[in-house]
């Protein structure tokens, strides 16, 4: 089982990116997909995720420019992030809550991408 991030890049403070996060493995249930970033010489951060109700939480400081949405189907997330800002730039970190199934025992952890560099320019 693993997370795989992709999206990241360059571009110019106003402009776009999306990234998108794909589940692939033996995987029973995929749930809480969210994304976090980790700016240099800081903590990694919560951007936005899926809640285990199905609503959305964010960052008060992306509310009203990133937009996260998931295709459970394809275990899929994105995040569409839109007038980006310098102080985005970061590592972003898929992460999910994966159940597993074996017979009639089921088990579930978190599990974390190995993240995509976004860069935003001045």
């Known amino acids: 089982v693993q997370l795989q991030a992709s999206g990241g890049g360059l571009v110019q403070a106003g402009g776009s990116l999306r990234l998108s996060c794909a589940g692939s493995?033996?995987?029973?249930?995929?749930?809480?997909m969210g994304w976090y970033r980790q700016a240099p010489g800081k903590q990694r951060e919560l951007v936005a995720t899926?809640?285990?109700?199905?609503?959305?939480k964010y960052a008060e400081s992306v509310k009203g420019r990133f937009t996260i949405s998931r295709d459970s189907v394809q275990k899929m997330a994105f995040l569409q992030m839109n007038t980006l800002k310098p102080e985005d730039t970061g590592v972003y970190y898929c992460?999910?809550?994966?159940?597993?199934?074996?017979?009639?025992?089921?088990?579930?952890?978190?599990?974390w991408g190995p993240g995509t560099l976004v860069t935003v320019s001045s």
């Open positions: 992460k999910a809550y994966i159940e597993q199934s074996r017979g009639s025992t089921t088990w579930g952890q978190d599990y």
């Open positions: 899926f809640t285990s109700g199905g609503s959305t």
């Open positions: 493995g033996h995987i029973f249930r995929i749930d809480r």
